[in-house]
């Protein structure tokens, strides 16, 4: 699982989960291009359904 940070600059202080560690100065078309290039590499798909488990609907 992949979970690149894509909160936008303006809002991040508000986000922040751990103290003292800075976001990436990326901005978000090349954090996901680079998410894209990760998933390639790896002879893999990006995945486009809701992302959670079967089971859990079951529940």
Known sequence: ???PNLTPRSVA???EIYPGKKAPSIDV???VQRVRDL???AE???GT???H???A???
Do not use: N, V
């Open 1 to 3: 699982m992949i979970m």
């Open 13 to 15: 202080a508000k986000y």
């Open 29 to 31: 078309r090349t954090e």
């Open 39 to 41: 998933i390639d590499a």
């Open 44 to 46: 893999r798909t990006m």
């Open 49 to 51: 359904g809701p992302g």
């Open 53 to 55: 488990s079967p089971r």
């Open 57 to 59: 609907c079951l529940s």
